[in-house]
């Protein structure tokens, strides 16, 4: 029940940080030794419908607003999802088999933080989320294929990729938010599929309490990055993951 709350709270936390929740639940049961129904694809599934519940919470009137008077952003996400769409159905099971490795991981870690403090240097943006073309949200959305590697970071790269395109920070971060909700929606039914298709009886315990904590945890980090990005830069998401970097390269040089 601990580790099934600590990964809870780690997935809603990491989900919307830049600092990549796929890379912090492969890595907390690998540096820990967690085993068990907390390191299946099954659980995984109960974090990240947690953190789509969240999302579905704190965007409810975005999404209101996008379906009755704002349908060409709504258009230019649905457009902007089909990248990261295709390429997660495509590439989940080598990504899930092959790439889900701590080396791989602290070296994205470094190379997107590099990007990210790049991105950070030019002049600041002014363009806000109703400003939004086709161009930026297509550009946006490419990046966020990327993000299928552990230690990129959905939120990290979208975001950056927002920056890029001329978005004001909270607005590049508003529009990776909604521009995730699909992604995350398809990716745990693509899993949920999977989960149907084996045998199993699972602690429903666990389950209930990844969910929760990832749902409350989710929700007040996204409100957090929201306001803290209005005034500050990702810097300080930037120096964590190369923290995070040189600890798995420690720990790999410790365990080897």
């Not at 929740?21 to 492969?26: D, F, G, Q, R």
């Not at 080396?103 to 240097?121: C, D, N, P, Q, R």
């Not at 970071?153 to 938010?177: P, Q, V």
């Not at 990005?229 to 040189?246: E, G, Q, T």
Request: hydrophobic letters at 55%; proline letters at 4%.
């Amino acid at each position: 029940m601990f580790e099934s709350l600590i990964l809870g709270i780690v997935q809603g936390l990491t989900e919307f940080f830049p600092i990549s929740s796929t890379a912090h639940l492969i890595l907390f049961p690998w540096f820990f030794g967690w085993k068990g129904e907390i390191d299946t694809l099954s659980f995984d599934v109960a974090l990240h419908a947690g953190t789509l519940l969240s999302l579905l919470v704190c965007f409810r009137r975005d999404w209101i607003d996008l379906i009755s008077k704002k349908q060409r952003l709504l258009v230019y996400i649905i457009l902007a999802s089909i990248p990261a769409g295709v390429t997660g159905f495509l590439l989940n099971d080598i990504v899930e088999n092959t790439l889900r490795n701590p080396l791989l991981i602290s070296v994205m870690l470094i190379v997107f933080g590099v990007v990210m403090l790049a991105a950070e240097k030019r002049p600041p943006s002014k363009k806000g989320f109703e400003t939004v073309r086709i161009g930026d949200a297509l550009f946006i959305g490419i990046a966020q294929a990327i993000a299928i590697i552990p230690g990129v970071s959905r939120s990290g790269i979208t975001i950056t990729a927002g920056l890029f395109a001329g978005l004001k920070r909270d607005a590049s971060a508003r529009f990776s938010f909604l521009l995730s909700t699909p992604i995350i929606a398809g990716a745990t039914l693509l899993h949920l599929k999977k989960l149907a298709e084996g045998n199993g009886i699972h602690d429903l315990r666990l389950f209930v309490t990844g969910f929760i904590a990832s749902f409350i945890t989710g929700y007040f980090a996204i409100k957090f990055l929201l306001s803290f990005l209005k005034r500050h830069p990702l810097n300080v998401f930037v120096y964590y993951r190369f923290l995070l970097a040189v600890v798995i390269i420690s720990g790999l040089w410790l365990k080897g």
